[in-house]
C-alpha cells in the first residue's frame, strides 16, 4: 500500500517501491492517479488497474493525460469505490469494491456517488496506491484572523503576490489554487518568492510587467 506521491517518487528515483508486486490497482481520478497507473505500465507489472468512484466525465484529470492513459490500454474502472483491503499474513491480497451510481450533485458541484445495494467485488492485487488528493493542513493558522480561507479551504491571496491578508504572509501552490498541476504551483512559488525579497527590501508590491504578461499569455491561450 503506497501514497501516489510516495510512489512517483520512487520511481522517478529509478527505484520499483515494491517489485515482487505484479498486480497493482490505482486508486482515483486525477494527474497523480494517472501518473501512478501510466508509471507502473514502465515498471513491469503484469495487471494494472484505475479505480474511480464516478466517470469519465467526471475526472478531474486533464483529458489529453486520461486520453494517452486509454491509449496504452489502462484498464478504467469507473463508478467503483473501494470498501476494504484485503490481505493475509501483512501482505495485500486483494481489494474489495462496490459499484456506485450518480445521485445528485454534491458541495463541488459534481455527481454524488451512490453506493449500490450487494454489488460488491474484489481485485485480485498484491499493490494499492492511493491517489486521491491531500488535504491541506490549516492548523498552522489557527489565532491568525488576518488570513481567509474559501468554502473549498485554500487560502485568500492577491492573485499576483501571493500575499495574504497578513501582510508578512505569503501562501502559494494548492494550498491557494487547490489540487492543479505541478507547474502551477511552481509558478505561484516564484511570484511568492519574488514579493518576499521585495517585501523585506522595503519595495513595493505591486503588480509588474511579468504579471502582465501571465495575463496576456493566459487571454492568448484562450
Not at 169 to 189: K, M, S
Request: one cysteine or more.
Amino acid at each position: 500500500f503506497f501514497p501516489g506521491l510516495q510512489y512517483l517518487w520512487e520511481i522517478n528515483a529509478n527505484r520499483d517501491p515494491y517489485p515482487e508486486g505484479k498486480k497493482v490497482v490505482v486508486i482515483g481520478g486525477g494527474n497523480v492517479a494517472i501518473d501512478c497507473v501510466r508509471s507502473s505500465l514502465r515498471s513491469d507489472k503484469e495487471d494494472i488497474h484505475l479505480v474511480y468512484r464516478r466517470t469519465r466525465n467526471e475526472m478531474p484529470a486533464d483529458d489529453a493525460e486520461i486520453h494517452d492513459a486509454e491509449e496504452e490500454q489502462v484498464h478504467f474502472h469507473f463508478l467503483t469505490t473501494p470498501v476494504r483491503i484485503l490481505a493475509e499474513s501483512g501482505r495485500v491480497v486483494g481489494l474489495e469494491c462496490i459499484k456506485m451510481a450518480l445521485g445528485e450533485p454534491d458541495g463541488s458541484g459534481r455527481p454524488r456517488p451512490v453506493p449500490i445495494k450487494d454489488s460488491e467485488y474484489v481485485f485480485d492485487c498484491d499493490t494499492i496506491v492511493l491517489a486521491i488528493g491531500q488535504r491541506i493542513d490549516l492548523s498552522l493558522l489557527e489565532g491568525i484572523d488576518e488570513v481567509q480561507t474559501t468554502k473549498w479551504d485554500t487560502i485568500v491571496v492577491d492573485e499576483f503576490t501571493k500575499q495574504s491578508g497578513r501582510p508578512k504572509i505569503f501562501f502559494a501552490g494548492d494550498c491557494e489554487t487547490g489540487p492543479d498541476v505541478l507547474i502551477t504551483a511552481c509558478a505561484g512559488g516564484r511570484k511568492a518568492a519574488h514579493s518576499i525579497d521585495r517585501f523585506i527590501n522595503n519595495l513595493p508590491l505591486g503588480h509588474d510587467n511579468n504579471h502582465n504578461f501571465d495575463k496576456f499569455f493566459e487571454i492568448v491561450k484562450i
